[in-house]
């Protein structure tokens, strides 16, 4: 039998799905498939680099001024934002956001390529699908003349991919005049119809250093080396047994060191990131980064002094010594979505209405911000199919990209209704 609340929840969207206006925003995605997936390939075409999102931005708040949003603005972050009026402007209000960066360093050749409803490009799918339907569904609102409850903030945000550490959507949170009114946050990312990333996962991100004297390779032999002593410490790291419940990893990402071969190094780095569906896992692999990078450089040292003391030949290496640094260059906040939210009610409502099976999943996504912060969040896919995400292969298909902007479209109307009392 249905709670009371889910009942409440499937007659308010089954009563939105009947309305005439809203049939004519479905139409709108029905006919006007071929104008979103030129707004995607034009889109992609622009580079947007972990911070270099620039043209981007300004080719996107081209497309919201066309569209007649109101208040458009890009703000210090590089977040592009514009407000659909609601018809209670002083009532709660709704984000729907995209991220518009990539994870391609700057550089990255760029050639859209499209094969029937395929399109070949890097960020294609990630996210050029998120912010592709994301102005599908301003248009369709402003074409159906369909006014939300309260006011809609559409959203290309910087910063999520990469070392952006979601500073896009931190500054939104931090900063946005109107961050006090938000009752619900939906991110659109990537493909798929029937995902909902109801649960945050939580990260953490290192970079650890290791510096020495360097020198030449033959008359500085026996120098301490950078990359061999940290090439222990991540050894040692990757000898750590994970708990697979709860699931917890640790990626070594990149490193890098020396400038020459016939030079030992300077410098040698690392980077890590980790993940744990439990805080408790994340602070125990922080205090093993830091240990295993210290251990490594501290034994190094000694095993130098100890030669040092026992061996004139090594005289010409007195005084070596490693240094090292570890600091932290990300961390994204964890949450969860409660199974007995309005939010939740409203998708799973929305789903059975249009004959979808939820598929509530863990993932890092921009939701993880308002997630963290206790306000009602979620990511939803943009539709369609894709593959090869963060390759040069990454592509996308927008076959049924049209059910799933259906889905956003009745969540996001619903969640305005019920965010213009307050109730979200």
């Known amino acids: 039998m249905a709670s009371p609340l889910a009942a409440t929840a499937f007659g308010q969207v089954t009563r939105l799905a009947a309305e005439r206006r809203v049939h004519q925003a479905f139409r709108w995605l029905h006919l006007q498939e071929q104008a979103v997936f030129a707004w995607q390939q034009e889109l992609v075409e622009i580079p947007a680099p972990p911070f270099g999102e620039g043209p981007r931005a300004e080719w996107l708040a081209q497309r919201f001024r066309e569209l007649d949003l109101r208040d458009v603005v890009t703000d210090e972050a590089g977040n592009v934002i514009g407000r659909m009026p609601g018809m209670d402007e002083a009532a709660g209000c709704v984000v729907l956001s995209a ?48 006014q939300p409850a309260c006011d809609v903030y559409f959203v290309g945000n910087t910063g999520e991919e990469g070392g952006g550490d979601l500073r896009g959507i931190r500054h939104l949170y931090q900063h946005a005049p109107w961050r006090e009114r938000i009752r619900g946050h939906i991110v659109l990312d990537g493909a798929g119809d029937s995902v909902a990333i109801t649960h945050a996962l939580a990260s953490l991100r290192f970079r650890a250093v290791v510096r020495g004297p360097g020198g030449h390779a033959w008359t500085d032999a026996g120098s301490l080396n950078p990359i061999l002593v940290l090439s222990r410490a ?103 979505l409660p199974e007995d939210s309005r939010l939740m009610g409203l998708l799973l409502a929305v789903d059975r209405q249009l004959g979808l099976r939820t598929e509530p999943r863990v993932a890092s996504t921009d939701a993880n911000l308002p997630l963290s912060l206790g306000v009602p969040a979620l990511t939803l896919g943009a539709g369609g199919q894709g593959g090869g995400i963060h390759t040069q292969a990454e592509w996308y298909d927008a076959t049924n990209r049209e059910l799933a902007l259906r889905r956003v479209l009745l969540l996001l109307l619903a969640t305005a209704d019920a965010s213009s009392s307050k109730e979200a």
């Open 99 to 146: 991220h518009i960066d990539t994870v391609f360093p700057a550089g990255t050749v760029i050639e859209p390529r499209v094969e029937g409803r395929r399109l070949h490009a890097p960020g294609a799918c990630d996210n050029g699908a998120g912010v592709a339907g994301m102005l599908a569904l301003a248009t369709a609102l402003r074409e159906a003349e369909l």
């Open 234 to 336: 991540i050894a040692r790291l990757g000898e750590i047994v994970l708990p697979s419940s709860p699931r917890t990893t640790l990626n070594i990402g990149s490193i890098r060191g020396g400038t020459a071969i016939n030079a030992i190094p300077e410098e040698a780095e690392a980077s890590f990131d980790l993940r744990s569906t439990d805080p408790e896992q994340l602070i125990r692999l922080e205090v093993e980064v830091h240990r295993a990078t210290e251990d490594a450089v501290l034994s190094a040292n000694l095993e130098m002094a100890t030669r040092l003391a026992g061996q004139r030949s090594a005289l010409h290496l007195a005084g070596q010594r490693l240094r090292f640094a570890v600091e932290k260059i990300g961390d994204r906040p964890g949450g969860r």
